[in-house]
């Protein structure tokens, strides 16, 4: 190969790979909300019926068709020129490609952050080298055949690149946890000694559901007797708990770390980063139970929690676990005679040291619990039934966590991050509890391993009797339709569309001013 061949390959290489990437940088932000676990990454993009996978499929097949056509139809002018003019077709249906995909937003945008950047980075430079070693291989293919028509289709096989960036992207991310697990590990070290290092209370709070609420309600609790500072969001993650404190500092009487976990060890690594010595358990349900394997171990991590604070709070569902002296629901406290409307909740709370009323501008059952536990973790910590109750005066809705709003006339009720049985239970009785037409939006319920075709088929036959039933997605909606047939429910209020955007238009046909709308469980992208 002479100089000039080296050159317009390497460039060739290099525009090809940007092209590549550009049409499947959205990836990257699937990969992010995966927490970078290339595992789940591919369980996710392999999963039948997954509809990146079947894009990127069709992009192949139109890149090869269109660059063969245009190489033969313009053959008569020479293989080099022939080359040159299939250019068109490719650029065009790649620009095509990343017009269409910036047209469907991710539900979870890609967050800018220098992990996913580096990342970024090295993705493209693979990205580069493949498409350039391609190139170059593919030319001294037809140089050593030496076949007029290889020569002029010599760059078709360029089409399987979009099939192999799903498994070129895990790898790079594999490759760089040689670089990120240590360079994670001394952000968290920092934050670690951070946190020994403060003479403020460490509050942990985990379980199934409930954490981020019940963290919000306890700092508003709290806040009328101390100074707190709590994570943010819902940062429940090592790096995310590292963080709130390198970034936030501890300048604080407590600190509340929320704590999650989807694998058997994260609370016990979250525990020794943060050391608590007071905790909440919300309670247990089959969240997660695809990546846990059985309820026992879900219980047993979560329990982790109980064994190493000195006092502790249990939510009704977690009231079996090891933590002699905690203040157990049912037992030591309770929500009792619970009401619920459109406009909030109330109910008795029943604390150690005497029922008070209360009123709260929180919707569902869950969230008079939720409260019960925060107030609970208030007298644990030593708080008057007077300072707990002036708190909860304080309390406002979390986003997201069955939010009320009024819309052109319509009730919403915004429980996108629900994503459990129990949850989804309270919502729909919340739901019931309306003048005008009910409708309900949902993919359902995921991560819940065997269970669940189980659970979405429950979730179905909870939903009859509601006069809309929209389902979106492909990817547990069958099990929620057959559970809502088998359970009596009319197949002519039931819609299955693609996404979020058809399931809006389908309510603003038939929905009017003074019905109500449930939007349960908005799955991110990566399911």
Same mark, same amino acid.
């Given at each position: 190969?002479?100089?000039?061949?080296?050159?317009?390959?390497?460039?060739?290489?290099?525009?090809?790979?940007?092209?590549?990437?550009?049409?499947?940088?959205?990836?990257?932000?699937?990969?992010?909300?995966?927490?970078?676990?290339?595992?789940?990454?591919?369980?996710?993009?392999?999963?039948?019926?997954?509809?990146?996978?079947?894009?990127?499929?069709?992009?192949?097949?139109?890149?090869?068709?269109?660059?063969?056509?245009?190489?033969?139809?313009?053959?008569?002018?020479?293989?080099?020129?022939?080359?040159?003019?299939?250019?068109?077709?490719?650029?065009?249906?790649?620009?095509?490609?990343?017009?269409?995909?910036?047209?469907?937003?991710?539900?979870?945008?890609?967050?800018?952050?220098?992990?996913?950047?580096?990342?970024?980075?090295?993705?493209?430079?693979?990205?580069?080298?493949?498409?350039?070693?391609?190139?170059?291989?593919?030319?001294?293919?037809?140089?050593?055949?030496?076949?007029?028509?290889?020569?002029?289709?010599?760059?078709?096989?360029?089409?399987?690149?979009?099939?192999?960036?799903?498994?070129?992207?895990?790898?790079?991310?594999?490759?760089?946890?040689?670089?990120?697990?240590?360079?994670?590990?001394?952000?968290?070290?920092?934050?670690?000694?951070?946190?020994?290092?403060?003479?403020?209370?460490?509050?942990?709070?985990?379980?199934?559901?409930?954490?981020?609420?019940?963290?919000?309600?306890?700092?508003?609790?709290?806040?009328?007797?101390?100074?707190?500072?709590?994570?943010?969001?819902?940062?429940?993650?090592?790096?995310?708990?590292?963080?709130?404190?390198?970034?936030?500092?501890?300048?604080?009487?407590?600190?509340?770390?929320?704590?999650?976990?989807?694998?058997?060890?994260?609370?016990?690594?979250?525990?020794?980063?943060?050391?608590?010595?007071?905790?909440?358990?919300?309670?247990?349900?089959?969240?997660?139970?695809?990546?846990?394997?059985?309820?026992?171990?879900?219980?047993?991590?979560?329990?982790?929690?109980?064994?190493?604070?000195?006092?502790?709070?249990?939510?009704?569902?977690?009231?079996?676990?090891?933590?002699?002296?905690?203040?157990?629901?049912?037992?030591?406290?309770?929500?009792?005679?619970?009401?619920?409307?459109?406009?909030?909740?109330?109910?008795?709370?029943?604390?150690?040291?005497?029922?008070?009323?209360?009123? &709260?501008?929180?919707?569902?059952?869950?969230?008079?619990?939720? &409260?019960?536990?925060?107030?609970?973790?208030?007298?644990?910590?030593?708080?008057?039934?007077?300072?707990?109750?002036?708190?909860?005066?304080?309390?406002?809705?979390?986003?997201?966590?069955?939010?009320?709003?009024?819309?052109?006339?319509?009730?919403?009720?915004?429980?996108?991050?629900?994503?459990?049985?129990?949850?989804?239970?309270?919502?729909?009785?919340?739901?019931?509890?309306?003048?005008?037409?009910?409708?309900?939006?949902?993919?359902?319920?995921?991560?819940?391993?065997?269970?669940?075709?189980?659970?979405?088929?429950?979730?179905?036959?909870?939903?009859?009797?509601?006069?809309?039933?929209?389902?979106?997605?492909?990817?547990?909606?069958?099990?929620?339709?057959?559970?809502?047939?088998?359970?009596?429910?009319?197949?002519?209020?039931?819609?299955?569309?693609?996404?979020?955007?058809?399931?809006?238009?389908?309510?603003?046909?038939?929905?009017?001013?003074?019905?109500?709308?449930?939007?349960?469980?908005?799955?991110?992208?990566?399911?």
């Amino acid at each position: 190969m002479n100089t000039s061949t080296i050159l317009a390959v390497c460039l060739g290489g290099i525009l090809t790979g940007y092209a590549f990437f550009m049409c499947s940088v959205r990836l990257i932000a699937i990969l992010q909300q995966q927490g970078y676990a290339g595992r789940a990454f591919l369980k996710w993009y392999y999963r039948s019926r997954n509809i990146e996978r079947k894009k990127a499929s069709l992009l192949a097949l139109a890149i090869a068709l269109l660059t063969a056509l245009f190489d033969v139809c313009f053959s008569f002018l020479g293989y080099r020129a022939a080359n040159l003019i299939s250019l068109l077709p490719f650029v065009g249906i790649c620009v095509l490609y990343c017009v269409s995909e910036s047209r469907h937003a991710l539900k979870v945008p890609l967050k800018n952050t220098m992990r996913a950047l580096r990342l970024g980075v090295a993705y493209a430079v693979v990205l580069f080298a493949l498409c350039i070693g391609l190139g170059f291989a593919l030319t001294a293919l037809a140089g050593a055949v030496d076949v007029a028509w290889l020569y002029l289709v010599r760059y078709v096989p360029f089409c399987l690149v979009p099939l192999l960036c799903p498994l070129l992207l895990p790898f790079v991310n594999l490759c760089m946890k040689a670089y990120e697990v240590p360079h994670a590990g001394k952000f968290i070290k920092r934050a670690k000694a951070a946190l020994a290092a403060s003479p403020c209370v460490k509050v942990g709070i985990t379980g199934s559901f409930g954490k981020t609420s019940v963290k919000h309600f306890v700092a508003a609790i709290l806040s009328e007797r101390y100074k707190v500072i709590a994570t943010p969001a819902s940062y429940n993650t090592p790096v995310g708990i590292a963080k709130a404190v390198n970034e936030g500092g501890l300048d604080c009487e407590v600190f509340l770390a929320e704590m999650g976990a989807r694998r058997t060890g994260d609370i016990a690594q979250l525990c020794d980063m943060v050391c608590p010595s007071v905790g909440v358990v919300t309670g247990v349900t089959c969240q997660h139970l695809d990546t846990f394997g059985s309820m026992d171990a879900i219980r047993r991590e979560k329990g982790e929690l109980a064994r190493r604070v000195q006092r502790c709070v249990l939510g009704r569902s977690a009231a079996d676990m090891d933590a002699p002296g905690a203040l157990l629901m049912g037992r030591d406290f309770d929500a009792e005679d619970v009401r619920l409307s459109l406009e909030g909740t109330s109910f008795t709370l029943r604390l150690p040291e005497g029922n008070m009323p209360v009123t &709260v501008p929180l919707l569902g059952r869950h969230a008079a619990e939720d &409260v019960a536990l925060a107030a609970a973790l208030g007298a644990c910590m030593g708080m008057t039934n007077a300072q707990i109750a002036s708190g909860i005066q304080k309390i406002a809705p979390v986003a997201h966590r069955l939010e009320r709003r009024d819309a052109n006339g319509l009730i919403i009720l915004d429980d996108a991050y629900n994503c459990n049985p129990e949850g989804a239970a309270n919502a729909v009785e919340v739901l019931r509890l309306a003048d005008g037409r009910k409708a309900v939006v949902t993919p359902g319920i995921v991560e819940l391993g065997q269970l669940e075709e189980e659970v979405n088929g429950a979730l179905g036959a909870l939903l009859v009797g509601l006069d809309l039933v929209v389902l979106v997605g492909e990817t547990l909606v069958l099990d929620v339709r057959s559970g809502y047939l088998a359970a009596g429910g009319d197949e002519k209020k039931l819609r299955i569309v693609p996404d979020l955007a058809a399931a809006q238009k389908a309510l603003a046909e038939e929905l009017a001013a003074g019905d109500c709308v449930l939007f349960l469980n908005d799955l991110p992208d990566c399911y």
